[in-house]
């Protein structure tokens, strides 16, 4: 079946490591999208990406990293440098047909310990 | 800037019709998107409107007018697995970026 996968589903990190979620999908779209999700608040957008090897930052890029190496995935890098990272991740991806709606993968919940 | 507004909590009870509101100011528009998120889970679309007007689909409708900055969502015949976050999402004009609002937290009691 079609659809997005997001690894792991809840990863614990100490202070000053780094971490990277996996996003994978096999929908053939273009568009990728890492945002994230802090309690009783909206998404935010860390990093998107349109096309491969291409990628932009979002609202709230600083601490962490992206690639786009290939069509199918765009890992993100939680890097020491973001001070405060324990929240829900959700990636995403689109295509500009049609509606163009966003499918999201299942999360990833990152805590800091 | 970019500002999207929604309640943040709303309560109903089963069966009933609930109408979640939403107003937008973006600096760009190409569509708004209503999406449902139950706790701890992957948002999932459920409709979207470009056009002004009523967009039917099942037991949810939403309604979008451009000229005011605002769209609602109408749940009918609520049913307990309703209880959800609504998440109001507007997608600028390049079609590269969605803002998102804060989400409302609907709690549908029996």
């Known amino acids: 079946d079609g659809g997005i996968t997001q690894s792991p589903k809840y990863l614990f990190r100490k202070e000053g490591q780094n971490v990277t979620l996996s996003c994978e999908q096999n929908?053939?779209?273009?568009?990728m999208y890492w945002y994230r999700q802090d309690p009783g608040q909206g998404l935010r957008l860390i990093y998107y990406?349109?096309?491969?090897?291409?990628?932009q930052k979002g609202d709230i890029a600083e601490g962490y990293s992206v690639s786009r190496e290939k069509k199918e995935s765009f890992p993100l890098t939680v890097t020491s440098a973001q001070k405060n990272p324990t929240a829900f991740y959700l990636c995403?991806?689109?295509?500009?047909?049609?509606?163009?709606?966003?499918?999201f993968g299942e999360g990833s919940r990152l805590t800091v310990l | 800037g970019q500002n999207i507004d929604q309640p943040t909590e709303m309560t109903a009870t089963e069966g009933a019709i609930v109408q979640i509101n939403c107003t937008y100011q973006?600096?760009?528009?190409?569509?708004l998107f209503w999406y449902q998120q139950h706790a701890g889970e992957a948002p999932t679309f459920l409709s979207y409107?470009?056009?002004?007007g009523l967009e039917e689909k099942g037991r949810f409708s939403s309604f979008l007018s451009r000229s005011k900055g605002y769209s609602y969502l109408l749940l009918k015949e609520l049913q307990m697995k309703d209880s959800a976050s609504y998440l109001c999402?507007?997608?600028?004009?390049?079609?590269?970026?969605?803002?998102f609002g804060p989400g409302t937290r609907l709690s549908v009691l029996p």
């Open positions: 409107n470009v056009l002004d």
């Open positions: 973006t600096s760009g528009f190409n569509g």
């Open positions: 990406s349109q096309i491969v090897n291409d990628f």
């Open positions: 999402a507007v997608r600028d004009n390049y079609g590269q970026n969605f803002v």
């Open positions: 995403a991806s689109g295509t500009s047909g049609s509606t163009g709606e966003l499918f």
């Open positions: 929908l053939n779209h273009d568009a």
